[in-house]
């Protein structure tokens, strides 16, 4: 059986304790960098360029489709993260000065966009992704 999840916690942060150490590569830093400042100057986002925006109407149906999936984390998945998250913690406790603060808040997290992501592919369950060169 699937991990099961409990309700989201009560909080005054809305986003998730931690940051993804998988940096974009330089071009996307530059793109994003650039992003930020038009629109941090101008007050508003730049007009797109390349590939028009899917319709709103699109976007609706696939969100909705989307909604539909309540993926879970199968047992093997499970045993990984845990064991995963244990060794995180284990590393922080030995270092004098820990570079992050991994809670189960941040373990939370984590299962939560995991199963947003699979929700985005339509699956019914949690995958591991590998990817070369990345986290």
Do not use: W
Request: hydrophobic content about 40%; aromatic content about 6%; charged content about 15%.
């Amino acid at each position: 059986m699937g991990l099961p999840l409990p309700s989201p916690f009560p909080s005054t942060h809305p986003n998730p304790p931690f940051l993804l150490g998988n940096p974009p590569p330089p071009p996307q830093d530059l793109s994003l960098a650039q992003h930020v400042l038009t629109v941090h100057r101008e007050g508003r986002a730049p007009p797109p360029q390349g590939a028009a925006p899917l319709p709103p109407e699109m976007l609706r149906a696939y969100i909705a489709a989307a909604k539909q999936y309540e993926p879970y984390v199968p047992d093997s998945l499970t045993d990984y993260v845990a064991a995963v998250y244990a060794e995180m913690r284990a590393e922080e406790a030995a270092s004098d000065v820990p570079h992050s603060y991994t809670t189960a808040r941040t373990l939370l997290s984590i299962l939560r966009l995991s199963q947003s992501l699979a929700r985005l592919r339509f699956a019914d369950a949690v995958e591991q992704v590998r990817r070369c060169g990345g986290v």
